[in-house]
């Protein structure tokens, strides 16, 4: 019995050794230039699912480098896993099979299981779904209690919840995080990628009689989203000078955008403008979306790559229908449900009654008033028929929600909605009924 304990001692010890060995050598073999391009292309992805779920962007580019050896791992390269996404019982999509840390009853290393993604992007989103999935709020759920900005207790908030075997994964992570000053990351806001991208040239006021200063062309950088690329607008873009640096036909760039009317259209500054026609049906994980404040069916469709003719028919809506905030928008699919619109919603709510004055379907409209003018958003207000007692809405808990997210859908906090609810932690689940302000 002793000698079968010594044995197993050694195993442990020396598959830990094997691990640590592993993880170190991945760590070492890329360069620092490598993992600073690998951050610049996926911090944007990192800051905007921060804010959707509460992970921190610092945490997510460090795992990524880690675990993908800043993208050049055979997991990331073939499979588009950064993450070591495991397949699990419930995985239905693509997997790839490569030997990692499991071992089978005669301790003989065998092939695991990994998920396999369409685009880096979608391993991203997966592992939003991951941490927060509700099925594994026992593990990770005491995570979401913490700060975005508490790298250092995410790290060992992970270890500690088993996400990888390595008994120095917390410190690496910290590492990292420290070396390329990732946790500025943790203070941004996904629009300050898109005001980086569009910021015009400042005006360089120089004598008159001195030679101009050469222009400096803002170069566009292709993007994926349900692996249909696209760039971002700049301030004066146009589908025809879009077409023109990128090498399409300005016609094909019209068709691939709904909402394009003409070459030589003015587009807003940050605007999507897809260089390949979207796809019938969101291929990530995610199954629906939920509506937010003033978002349209179009933004949806440009949020997902997803073709706004198939995003009506797969929810049962008239084209230009407006759906309501907390509303569920199948992506896939078809929408077991009817989705309240502006125009079937009943009088009483606010949102439908913003309707009833003549002038509110005009967002440009405006009226004077003894203090100046109003806008749109403040005479949605003084429209309001809803009781002055009712300063809160239900919302029913959906399949992946999570605290977090509800509270940056509707502008409310976490300890808000905690308090307002009643609820000791950040747990919920979903058909879970929560007041919201």
């Known amino acids: 019995m002793k000698y079968i304990k010594h044995s197993l001692s050694r195993f442990i010890l020396r598959a830990g050794l094997l691990s640590l060995i592993l993880a170190w050598g991945s760590h070492q073999e890329v360069s620092g230039q490598d993992r600073a391009a690998y951050i610049e292309r996926f911090s944007a992805i990192a800051v905007s699912e921060m804010h959707r779920t509460g992970i921190p962007a610092s945490i997510k580019l460090a795992q990524g480098i880690l675990e993908s050896n800043a993208g050049s791992s055979e997991l990331a390269k073939k499979a588009n896993n950064h993450f070591g996404l495991k397949c699990g019982s419930a995985w239905k999509g693509s997997k790839m099979y490569r030997k990692d840390d499991e071992y089978n009853h005669h301790g003989k290393l065998v092939n ?23 099925a594994k709020a026992y593990r990770y759920g005491r995570l979401f209690k913490l700060s975005s900005a508490d790298y250092k207790g995410w790290a060992h908030g992970l270890k500690r919840a088993g996400y990888a075997t390595n008994p120095r994964y917390a410190h690496l992570l910290i590492k ?7 946790y500025e990351y943790d203070k ?12 015009e040239e400042q005006p360089v006021l120089n004598d008159p009689s001195a030679p101009a200063a050469p222009a400096v062309s803002r170069i566009l950088k292709v993007q994926y989203e349900n692996d249909v690329p696209f760039v ?10 879009i077409g023109y640096e990128m090498d399409l036909p300005s016609n094909r760039v019209v068709q691939c955008n709904e909402g394009f009317n003409h070459k030589h259209q003015k587009l807003a500054p940050g605007q999507r403008v897809y260089l390949k026609k979207k796809k019938s049906r969101y291929k990530g994980s995610r199954r629906y979306h939920v509506v937010r ?13 997803v073709r706004l003719d198939k995003l009506y028919k797969r929810n049962r809506l008239n084209p230009g229908a407006i759906p309501l905030p907390g509303q569920r928008i199948y992506l896939q699919g ?9 125009d079937s919603a009943p009088a009483t709510d606010t949102r439908q009654a913003m309707f009833l004055w003549d002038e509110a379907v005009k967002p440009e409209a405006q009226e004077s008033t003894e203090s100046g003018k109003v806008t749109f958003r403040e005479k949605i207000q003084f429209v309001s028929t809803e009781p002055e007692t009712s300063d809160y809405i239900e919302y029913i808990v959906q399949p992946k929600d999570t605290l977090y997210g509800i509270a940056k859908l509707y502008g409310t906090s976490v300890d808000m909605l905690k308090n307002l609810n009643n609820l000791d932690t950040a747990n919920i689940h979903p058909g879970q009924v929560l007041k919201v302000q």
Not at 114 to 134: C, G, K, N, Q, V
Not at 188 to 199: G, K, Q, R
């Open 112 to 134: 695991s299981c990994f998920r396999t993604f369409s685009s880096a992007e979608e391993s991203y989103t997966a592992h939003s779904e991951f941490l927060t999935d509700p």
């Open 176 to 182: 990292i995080i420290e070396d390329y000053r990732l």
């Open 188 to 199: 941004m806001s996904p629009e300050s990628f898109e005001e980086d991208l569009i910021a």
């Open 232 to 241: 971002i607008a700049r301030a004066g873009d146009t589908p025809s000078k």
């Open 293 to 305: 404040d003033g978002e349209t069916m179009q933004d949806i469709s440009d949020r997902y790559a």
């Open 334 to 342: 078809n929408n077991p449900s009817s989705v309240r619109t502006m």
